[in-house]
């Protein structure tokens, strides 16, 4: 029996009491926030080893999530691409299509047994916003998302997602009416009432425990991967990839590997339209220290030490900070941070799309991407594990308009192969 919760992810075994990933992570909140922060952390260290905790976890994981989550052996992109197995951690299977689920369940049990009555968010896209929605109607718990107006406006289907599962949508219309300014009033209306709400973060970041807390309840990827590839292929896979946004679905892969010196691990952060361009989110590229939404990491910055605004293709990607472990796991080279452009990632999600049946979202899209290219790299006789975050049906309006398909051709991809399908896309221009 696996445990589910892997509380002794790192031989360092991080973070350390106070939060801190190395130098990264910790809390930098006001004083009347930090009281909160300290209550949470308290909670999630009880809660966390309480065996009813666990088992009413897992119950949830195993009958309504639909855990554990296949690994499948990508036969035909392998073929495509003539190098490396690629194998699939199929989170985009999970109830709600995506991985974000995991951390909502356990960040809402928590909620519960704390005996908070409402759980609070930020969303920008709204597939944390969706998730949170999704728990606290499971678990009975009111929800509000605070969502920029400008969001609210653009992502209609998840705002309406969110209403018929019974959350308060919240727009907001102060600064840019976007992501960073839903976070400020989050934060604020927690602050008004931090004894009946609680506030959930959607990924590895924010002030401890929120990092801690998310990677353990996402370890379940990475915990049930790996013995899944050693009951597949016989041995651990050779290399690990997923996406980073804040780097929830990611941590949660790589934290079952990080003992296993054999395993490169990789993240892969989203090039937008060029690492030439200001158009992209490299965190580990241009990004400098400092602190961010009360921890810190590397974010982009400008010389004050503002965030500047960042761009994904993948709104999941685009976040001028990432997780504090990430920042670690970077300066102590244990995970190497690639990327993938806009263009590498739409290449991947019709290539997967064409060749396995798997519609991917279009954040896990850059990980296949990057896959594909070290598959060539490592070459045969190799085994890749990419985490497969989420599935693309929130994507596909925008991918059809976007980059139609009369200039993709289906019988390219099969009769030439990925190289040939690949530079037919590439000739097409966009
Ligand atoms: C939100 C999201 C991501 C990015 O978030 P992480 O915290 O970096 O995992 C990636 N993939 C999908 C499908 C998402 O919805």
Known sequence: MTNLINREIDTENMPDKK??????????????????????AAAYEEISQDPSFLAELRELNETYTGRPSPVYHA????????????????????HTGAHKINHALGEVLLAKRMGKKKVIAETGAGQ???????????????????????????????????????????????????LKDAVDAAFKAYLNDPVTQIYCIGSVVGPHPFPEMVRDFQSVIGIEAREQMLSMSGRLPDAVIACVGGGS???????????????????????????????????MVRGKKGVLHGFKCYFIQDEKGEALPVYSIASGLDYPGIGPQHCYLHDIKRVRYE????????????????????????????????????????????????NLSG???KDIDFVMESYPISEYE????????????????QSKGN
Do not use: W
């Open 19 to 40: 939060g801190y990933f190395g130098e990264y992570g910790g809390s930098f909140v006001p004083e009347a926030l930090q009281r909160v922060m300290d209550e949470v």
């Open 75 to 94: 036969k035909r992109l392998t073929a495509a691409v003539g190098g490396a197995d690629i194998y699939l951690k199929r989170e985009d299977l999970n």
């Open 128 to 178: 944390h916003g969706v998730a949170l929605a999704t728990a606290a109607a499971l678990l009975g718990l009111d929800c509000d998302i605070y969502m920029g107006a400008v969001d609210v406006r653009k992502e209609a289907p998840n705002v309406s997602r969110m209403k018929i599962l019974g959350a308060r949508v919240i727009p907001v219309t102060s600064g840019t009416a976007t």
């Open 249 to 283: 679905n990611a941590m949660g892969i790589f934290s079952a590997f990080l003992d296993d010196k054999d395993v490169a691990i990789y993240g892969v952060e989203p090039a937008g339209k060029g690492l030439d361009t200001n158009m992209n989110a490299v965190r």
């Open 339 to 386: 990327s993938a452009t806009d263009r590498e990632a739409v290449e991947a999600f019709y290539a997967l799309s064409r060749m396995e049946g798997i519609i991917p979202a279009l954040e896990s899209s850059h990980a296949v991407a990057y896959a594909v290219k070290l598959a060539k790299e490592i070459g045969k006789g190799k085994n890749i594990l990419v």
């Open 391 to 393: 599935r693309g049906d």
């Open 410 to 425: 289906p019988e390219d991809v099969v009769k030439d192969g990925y190289d040939e399908f690949l530079s037919h896309i």
